[in-house]
């Protein structure tokens, strides 16, 4: 027999569970979370160094992943490819103007006080080469993050100073800016006048 009330309670119960079911079902699925910024990791080979010489009146040491490229009057540019950075090496020589050139290259460093959060001056000095001179570590955004000078204090004055093509955001780029800095403070420390 034809019980009306009856089908339709068992019609209820079966769209009921068929509810429940896909409810339940779709609620056993993980909470999503959003993955937390992060930054590419970098990694870059040991750096082995190599004697520069040339006609001008000092040398130095190099990484040998570098390529090295002579510009007017004893300038040069150190390129980093893969790390899209460059150092730039200035020569000058003393002219009775000493105070002139460390008073320029004072000035640059601190040109770069606005987007730093922080400027390290770490004094070199090795009387036996007659090198004396300073190095800048600049913390945070600032365009360039590691600079120095060198001089004998008579004749002879080198500026160095890198600068990376790509936005100077300091956490990004932290590892090549490392790298670089450990091969211009060898540069500094092996710079040798002839």
Request: charged fraction near 20%; hydrophobic fraction near 40%.
């Amino acid at each position: 027999m034809f019980n009306l009330d009856r089908d339709i309670k068992r019609y209820f119960a079966i769209i009921l569970l068929v509810f429940m079911g896909l409810f339940l079902f779709s609620s056993c699925k993980e909470d999503v979370f959003p993955k937390p910024a992060s930054y590419l990791r970098l990694d870059y080979p040991v750096a082995n160094y190599a004697n520069f010489e040339n006609e001008c009146p000092f040398t130095f040491e190099m990484n040998s992943e570098a390529i090295i490229k002579g510009e007017k009057d004893c300038g040069f540019t150190i390129t980093y490819p893969k790390m899209k950075a460059t150092i730039y090496l200035t020569y000058k020589p003393v002219n009775n103007n000493i105070n002139t050139l460390l008073r320029d290259a004072q000035k640059l460093t601190y040109e770069h006080v606005i987007k730093a959060d922080d400027i390290l001056e770490q004094p070199y000095l090795n009387p036996s080469k007659k090198v004396y001179g300073m190095f800048y570590q600049v913390d945070g955004n600032a365009a360039t993050n590691s600079q120095f000078y060198v001089t004998d204090s008579t004749k002879h004055f080198v500026t160095g100073s890198v600068y990376f093509y790509a936005k100077p955001n300091f956490d990004s780029i932290m590892p090549a800016v490392s790298y670089i800095k450990n091969d211009m403070q060898r540069l500094m420390e092996t710079l040798k006048w002839k």
